[in-house]
């Protein structure tokens, strides 16, 4: 009960000091103000950044290892040995079959390869530089295929090789226009005529413009291997991939990752002291790079965020400094009566405390009305959790500036504090 008559009062000095005294008190918090829209602008931006060039990295999949010929990074010395990659074989239809029967942490497997720059026709009808996959059985277990009309391939089409398709959102409604159904049509490609199964749900553009379904063409892995070299070894055959998806429960995926690196050395015949001949690629790690850009610009927010916040402490500072001088008198009143010293401390406390998040919160409006502001395809979003950062520093700050005001304020001696004017 007295703590909440404590913040009762203390919200009434505060309101009454801005009232009273508004140009002070706002060019005092100004410096607040613009500390946290520094701060907090700078960290959504950050986050709202991160947050879309990870899902535009989204078509990776998630909790996936792949097993390919080029590693995605460079080595633990940050060399990139491209020299060596390139002698290395891809990833074979065979090696994936002896993966899938032989690992145990998997919790989906499949192997996949693309052919860029694909030209589809439906009589009258084309479009041209489409993505083609061909994907095995498995495909959908590692990556979103969200169908909005027909169905996925069945497991006798992946395996006998069957010319069907399913089309990405804009090539359903290029090569069939005006409401046409495609589910059941024919498109050409390469020559060969495919029966459309499916169509996918339209994706959108992504912030860096990463491959999309939408403009994708899905086709059976063996459909695939009858049109293009794949894992044969010669010179211009198109790599193939294989992911292996793990369980929840393997936090870091560190027991499938040693499984798969143990089966794919057994199965080609690695000797203990040669080097591995193919690549565990992981999503992760183009997202650890990404994370770790954006730490230095969450720096550089605190960084020219701290001085205008330094600048408005001190206008804080200067305002309860002013209050206690004003109030003297009420002070000496207050303590003549029975009020305690820690009533007075807490009182002016608060009152330091309720102006900094008032100017905390007018610069996380300012960070909210930026939002608003159309980016394109970048998203901005202010975050529960830096609307909670920007309100926590505020109260830091207030509590910083106001406690040696607000001592001063409680050791005054009442007889002193009532005879003052």
């Known amino acids: 009960m007295l703590i909440l008559r404590l913040i009762l009062e203390s919200f009434r000095f505060a309101w009454n000091a801005l009232r009273m005294n508004l140009l002070r008190t706002v060019l005092s918090l100004l410096g607040v103000t613009i500390g946290i829209f520094a701060i907090i602008a700078v960290f959504t931006l950050v986050d709202s950044l991160e947050k879309n060039i990870k899902e535009s990295f989204s078509f990776l999949g998630a909790g996936v290892i792949y097993v390919e010929k080029w590693p995605y990074t460079p080595d633990a010395d940050g060399e990139y040995k491209w020299w060596d990659f390139m002698g ?24 996949f390869a693309v052919k860029s720059n694909i030209t589809l026709k439906r009589k009258n009808n084309s479009i041209s530089e489409v993505d083609l996959r061909g994907g095995s059985f498995g495909y959908s277990d590692i990556f979103e295929t969200n169908i909005t009309s027909g169905r996925y391939f069945t497991r006798t089409e992946v395996e006998s090789g069957r010319n069907v398709v399913i089309l990405g959102h804009n090539l359903a409604q290029t090569l069939f226009p005006y409401g046409e159904e495609p589910i059941g049509k024919e498109v050409k490609m390469s020559g060969l005529n495919f029966m459309v199964i499916g169509v996918l749900k339209k994706e959108g ?57 143990g089966l794919m050395r057994t199965r080609r015949g690695l000797k203990p002291r040669e080097d591995d001949s ?27 965020g701290g001085f205008s916040i330094l600048v408005g402490g001190f206008g804080i500072a200067n305002i309860m400094f002013v209050s206690v001088k004003e109030r003297t008198n009420i002070i000496g009143i207050q303590k003549s009566l029975g009020a305690k010293n820690y009533f007075i401390l807490f009182q002016f406390l608060f009152e330091a405390i309720f102006l900094s998040v008032i100017g905390g919160a007018a610069g996380l409006v300012l960070v909210l009305l930026i939002t608003f502001i159309p980016m394109g395809s970048l998203e901005v979003v202010l975050s529960l959790k830096n609307i909670v950062l920007g309100l926590g520093v505020s109260a830091a700050i207030g509590t910083v500036s106001g406690i040696i005001p607000a001592a001063l304020a409680a050791r005054l001696d009442p007889v002193i504090a009532i005879r003052s004017n």
């Open 88 to 111: 290395r074989p891809n990833a074979s239809y065979n090696e994936y079959k002896f993966l899938q029967a032989n690992l145990k942490h998997q919790n989906g497997i499949a192997i």
């Open 205 to 261: 553009e992504s912030f860096l413009g990463t491959p999309s379904n939408d403009d994708t063409a899905i086709i059976p892995y063996n459909s695939f291997r009858k049109l293009y070299q794949t894992g044969t070894g010669a010179v211009n055959e198109i790599g193939s991939s294989i992911g292996v998806k793990g369980y929840d429960i393997d936090v870091g995926l560190v027991e499938l990752e040693n499984e798969i690196t």
């Open 278 to 304: 193919f690549a565990l690629n992981r999503p992760e790690a183009i997202a650890n790079v990404i994370g770790g850009v954006f730490d230095v610009f969450g720096v550089a927010g605190w960084i020219i």
